[in-house]
């Protein structure tokens, strides 16, 4: 089993920036995909950034260019999600999730952090 814990979410106005932390404990499987996905009141859920192991990233195209996710080299169990030039439709719910590649269809989910951009 793995938990995740985000953390760094809060009230922001327009234009600024947020970092969002998640870490990974329990039973990390060593191949997998580190993900952020979000979602607003009444819409689905998004995904918004992804990175492997090897660092490779890939973004949503609402986020892309606002958005830099990473992983902690030192521990792979920790993924960030920096956000600049924030604005009111990026307001939501935003969980970590890792997926393991090794097992088809394990997915993880935490609790999920609250980003609110205010104009």
């Known amino acids: 089993q793995v938990r995740l814990v985000e953390s760094g979410g809060g009230l922001v106005q327009a234009g600024e920036s947020l970092r969002l932390s998640c870490e990974a404990s329990?039973?990390?499987?060593?191949?997998?995909?580190m993900a952020w996905a979000r979602q607003a009141p009444g819409k689905q859920r998004e995904m918004v950034a992804s990175?492997?192991?090897?660092?490779?990233?890939?973004y949503a195209k609402s986020v892309l260019g606002r958005s830099t996710i990473s992983r902690d080299n030192a521990e792979k169990n920790r993924v960030y999600l920096q956000m600049t030039n924030l604005k009111p439709e990026d307001t939501a719910v935003y969980s970590c999730?890792?997926?393991?590649?090794?097992?088809?269809?394990?997915?993880?989910w935490g609790q999920g952090t609250q980003v609110t951009v205010s104009s």
């Open positions: 329990g039973s990390i499987p060593r191949f997998n995909v």
């Open positions: 999730n890792l997926v393991n590649l090794q097992s088809t269809n394990e997915t993880f």
């Open positions: 990175i492997n192991g090897a660092g490779s990233a890939r």
